[in-house]
Nanobody, 126 residues
């Protein structure tokens, strides 16, 4: 089982940028996918972005397309979420997690992911 930990959250003004990191202390194999999710107070956890470790196409929720980019550093076993033009509605705790199933198309379902990290808080002020 892969263990992951998130970092990089913080407080930023609307229009600003943050880069989140999801670092693994274990080897990530090509049949795994790493996903980013977020949960705002009083709301359900929702998918944000994910990619297959093998390098297949990334997937994003519509509300972050053109603003967020997910990418990996294989040497560091780390997946990043570059967030630009942040909006107050992006405020949430951001989590990363692992899909072990080897799907050809990366999933956007919370239930398909496990090995959740503890999360990192992102707060965007207006």
């Amino acid at each position: 089982q892969v263990h992951v930990a998130e970092s990089g959250g913080g407080l930023v003004q609307a229009g600003g940028s943050l880069r989140l990191a999801c670092a693994s202390s274990d080897r990530i194999f090509n049949d795994m996918a790493i996903g980013w999710f977020r949960q705002a107070p009083g709301k359900e956890r929702e998918f944000v972005a994910a990619l297959n470790w093998s390098g297949g196409g990334a997937r994003y929720i519509d509300s972050v397309k053109e603003r967020f980019t997910i990418f990996k550093d294989s040497a560091k076993s780390t997946v990043y979420l570059e967030m630009n033009n942040l909006k107050p509605e992006d405020t949430a705790v951001y989590f990363c997690a692992v899909d072990y199933s080897g799907r050809i198309r990366v999933s956007d379902r919370v239930a398909d992911f496990g090995s959740w990290g503890q999360g990192t808080q992102v707060t965007v002020s207006s």
